[in-house]
């Protein structure tokens, strides 16, 4: 006998929905306040490495111990290298999953997700790249698909931070962990954006470097420049030795440009979230004056935590339809880094070595 949809009971849409999150580290309880906020969720327990007294919610640290308290939904916020076990594990318990970007250390990962998610096709799998619905991404994005812009012919990114006195020691840039340093746990949040407003690059060109911290194993800046089918080229930018935090997206189209300079975030250091927009003037011959008069929009609060949460319960209790954070974009997105990574033929070789000393 078939198993009926969940999503399309209304008394099951109607509930609130019991949650488990693991990993209850600072994202798992940004987690916990937006699911807070949006009232359709109950979270029941919480797991880590240690129980927090002060939690506000029962706590266990065995990851097989939240079943016991019978959710219908699991928040995955654990280390890169921990993510696939747990996300395959929950849906093969007939869970609903949401998880924390990076999607695992490699595509590979990803795949062996895709394929638990296969095996259940009434549960919902969503990863969490909320840049995609930030404010001025949204906005940006309407103005592109509004088609009064024009054609897309280029993008510019660059994401960057101070590495901070705990780089070295971070688990994020142990490449067992995490599967590599600085591009694919920040940089990864800007090309999901390249391939949301361009779709898919089948070209790239990348220098990947060690500059500061020469004794870390993985990656403090990388630079990449790419192609699509269409034309499109996108060029990045990311960086640990970025001492001012910084956050800039440039679209070029044929009528005009947009930008978004600073984006809203859990840590506050990347300033205001501006939206500019500039339409072309023409001369009398038909050509563009250059530095068109431009309008900004600066956006305030951060709203991208609440989208993303009132997406996932909407997939969940109502059977709508993800837009944002599907296991595909991952796989995507996952595919562009390993790419970037492998186009720095020196950079690639380096990691072969190193992989030899381990193993050796």
């Avoid at 990947?208 to 993985?218: E, G, K, S």
Wanted: hydrophobic content about 40%.
């Amino acid at each position: 006998m078939a198993q009926s949809d969940p999503r399309l009971n209304k008394e099951y849409s109607a509930m609130t929905l019991r949650t488990a999150i693991i990993g209850y580290g600072k994202m798992g309880r940004i987690r916990h306040n937006a699911m807070e906020r949006h009232g359709g969720f109950d979270v029941v327990v919480a797991c880590d490495t240690a129980v927090d007294p002060n939690a506000r919610v029962p706590m266990v640290t065995d990851p097989m111990a939240v079943y016991d308290y019978d959710p219908d939904v699991i928040v995955c916020s654990v280390p890169n290298m921990m993510i696939p076990d747990v996300v395959c594990t929950a849906l093969a318990r007939g869970k609903h999953v949401f998880s924390e970007k990076p999607p695992g250390r490699n595509s590979q990962d990803v795949r062996r997700m895709m394929k638990a998610e296969a095996a259940a096709p009434n549960l919902v799998l969503k990863f969490g790249f909320n840049h995609r619905v930030h404010d001025a991404i949204e906005e940006a994005h309407k103005l592109i698909q509004a088609g009064t812009m024009g054609d897309l012919y280029f993008m510019r990114g660059v994401y960057g931070k101070a590495g901070g006195p705990n780089y070295a020691q971070n688990w994020r840039n142990d490449p067992e962990q995490s599967g590599g340093g600085i591009l694919i746990d920040q940089g990864i949040h800007m090309l999901d954006l390249f391939q949301m407003f361009a779709g898919r690059f089948n070209k790239v060109q990348s220098f990947v470097q060690r500059n500061f911290w020469t004794d870390v194993p993985v990656e403090d800046n990388a630079f990449a420049l790419m192609k699509n089918e269409d034309g499109i080229v996108a060029s990045v930018h990311s960086s640990a030795t970025q001492w001012q935090h910084t956050f800039r997206l440039e679209l070029y189209m044929r009528n005009g440009f947009i930008s978004v300079d600073g984006i809203l975030s859990a840590s506050g250091s990347y300033g205001t979230e501006v939206l500019t927009v500039a339409l072309n003037r023409l001369d009398p011959t038909g050509n563009p004056i250059p530095n068109p008069e431009s309008q900004e929009i600066r956006f305030t609060e951060d709203h991208s935590w609440d989208k993303e949460i009132a997406e996932f319960h909407a997939a969940v209790a109502e059977g709508q339809p993800l837009k944002c954070g599907t296991s595909q974009q991952a796989l995507d997105v996952m595919e562009l880094v390993e790419a970037i990574y492998a186009a720095d033929e020196d950079w690639s070789a380096a990691l072969r070595k190193d992989t030899l000393k381990v193993i050796g």
